[in-house]
């Protein structure tokens, strides 16, 4: 699998998300480290993301601004695929959601477009579990319907 184009930052930030109610349920930790590993992280960062595990981070004290167009819309995009995968996306996930949507900075059209293409790869055969979820799909399918926010190829 190639690696996710993720910062630490980003990863905390879904974190919040998912503890938006409260608790961290098993479903989402899994999730969540399943994709720090995917992101490749330094033993550093990934230490940080597992912390998260524990204690919800606070969403509005990380800095978001780094990230790029792609990487904000990935993040999006997992942060929305944590809240639906129990099943039940409820008050407090939707509100995190709404501040992630703030935080990032994106265009309503190009959050929507991430949330879609959540749902593209949740409908896919196991895409609704842990180990379904085919975060290579999810790449690719933002890089689809996300075409302007993807890297350019250097021109030699």
Do not use: C
């Not at 998300?17 to 990934?46: H, I, M, N, T």
């Not at 996930?93 to 265009?107: D, H, S, V």
């Not at 309503?108 to 196991?126: C, E, N, R």
Request: aromatic share 4%; net charge negative; charged share 20%.
């Amino acid at each position: 699998m190639t690696p996710l184009d993720l910062p630490a930052s980003a990863l905390l930030a879904i974190a919040a998300v998912a503890w938006a109610d409260g608790f961290l349920r098993k479903s989402e930790a899994q999730a969540l480290l399943r994709v720090a590993r995917a992101a490749e992280l330094s033993p550093e960062d990934y230490a940080r993301v597992q912390a998260a595990l524990d204690t919800a981070p606070a969403l509005d004290a990380l800095d978001l601004e780094p990230l790029t167009g792609q990487a904000r819309a990935l993040a999006y995009a997992i942060a929305t695929w944590l809240a639906k995968l129990d099943g039940v996306t409820n008050t407090e996930e939707l509100a995190n959601l709404k501040r992630l949507q703030e935080k990032l900075g994106l265009p309503k059209a190009k959050l929507d477009a991430a949330a879609s293409a959540t749902f593209d790869v949740m409908v896919l055969p196991g895409g609704g579990t842990v180990d379904g979820f085919d975060l290579g799909a999810l790449a690719a399918r933002l890089t689809e319907k996300l075409p302007s926010l993807s890297p350019r190829p250097k021109s030699p």
